[in-house]
């Protein structure tokens, strides 16, 4: 069995530079997908106030 950790996004060898990925290419890609909503954390939603709800401030 292999020690040797594993880019979580391509699962090549890891590198130091870029760890835990392998590139700066798999880095961003994992960027990315935080940005676009692709990972969640648990949890309830968090209640966003709309401008209807300002107005009764």
């Known amino acids: 069995m292999s ?7 391509c699962g090549k060898p890891r590198v130091a530079e870029h760890a835990p990925f392998c590139s ?3 880095r961003d890609r994992d960027l990315v997908k935080w940005l ?5 954390i ?6 966003v106030p709309s401008p209807k709800d300002e107005d009764e401030i």
């Not at 020690?3 to 996004?9: A, D, E, L, N, V």
């Not at 676009?36 to 969640?40: E, F, I, N």
């Not at 648990?42 to 209640?47: D, L, T």
């Open 24 to 26: 700066l290419r798999c």
């Open 3 to 9: 020690t040797t950790r594993k880019c979580p996004i």
């Open 42 to 47: 648990p949890g309830e939603r968090a209640h």
């Open 36 to 40: 676009d909503d692709g990972y969640a």
